[in-house]
T-cell receptor, first 114, second 112 residues
Framework: DTGVSQDPRHKITKRGQNVTFRCDPI?????LYWYRQTLGQGPEFLTY????????KSRLLSDRFSAERPKGSFSTLEIQRTEQGDSAMYLC????????????FGPGTRLTVL | AQSVTQLGSHVSVSEGALVLLRCNYS??????LFWYVQYPNQGLQLLLK??????LVKGINGFEAEFKKSETSFHLTKPSAHMSDAAEYFC??????????FGTGTRLQVFP
């Protein structure tokens, strides 16, 4: 059991609104990842942190998206001016500190943009 | 660049039958491969992973996978399906920055 929690579990918003998601890993892993999963697809990488440093961002992460991990523990993902195309499941994972290291996923936040 | 391809978006088997979920990889370097399972409204759970230590990898819930370099495959099998195995299964490869690249998934249905 990884103990990764995500809040909220579900979010419904209107187009143009801002939303913020939170990820709380329990373990003291240095790495934290964000992925996005749309219906019928596998998760796609968005960004990851090594402690508080954001080391890589996917091209999927437009300038409307911002992620932070201020103290190297919990992380937030904010989407500004949401669009219908942002509707997806947003997954957080901890671990993955090497190519063979397991990533432990949280339950995800399902975003629906109306 | 690494990638994985999962053949068959849906697989249906009878309870007690063999489960075979296919995954082929593309990688210019020795790959590290993973199988994850996702139950409805839940996150992904690791079933097993290939780290080059052994080509036949045993995982949780009776699943196993065999790494075949000559076929660039890492198919997931289980000798006897249970109703509780119904879920979506994802094959993934880790790239040179350790992030996971997932396939499109295979939904497994198990009929009584």
């Amino acid at each position: 059991d990884t103990g990764v929690s995500q809040d909220p579990r579900h979010k419904i918003t209107k187009r143009g609104q801002n939303v913020t998601f939170r990820c709380d890993p329990i373990s003291e892993h240095n790495r934290l990842y964000w992925y996005r999963q749309t219906l019928g697809q596998g998760p796609e990488f968005l960004t990851y942190f090594q402690n508080e440093a954001q080391l890589e961002k996917s091209r999927l992460l437009s300038d409307r998206f911002s992620a932070e991990r201020p103290k190297g523990s919990f992380s937030t993902l904010e989407i500004q001016r949401t669009e219908q195309g942002d509707s997806a499941m947003y997954l957080c994972a901890e671990g993955g500190e090497g190519p063979t290291d397991t990533q432990y996923f949280g339950p995800g936040t399902r975003l629906t943009v109306l | 660049a690494q990638s994985v391809t999962q053949l068959g978006s849906h697989v249906s088997v009878s309870e007690g039958a063999l489960v075979l979920l296919r995954c082929n990889y593309s990688s210019s370097v020795p790959p590290y491969l993973f199988w994850y399972v996702q139950y409805p409204n839940q996150g992904l759970q690791l079933l097993l992973k290939y780290t080059s230590a052994a080509t036949l990898v045993k995982g949780i819930n009776g699943f196993e996978a065999e790494f075949k370099k000559s076929e660039t495959s890492f198919h997931l099998t289980k000798p006897s399906a249970h109703m509780s195995d119904a879920a979506e299964y994802f094959c993934a490869v880790s790239d040179n920055t350790d992030k996971l690249i997932f396939g499109t998934g295979t939904r497994l249905q198990v009929f009584p």
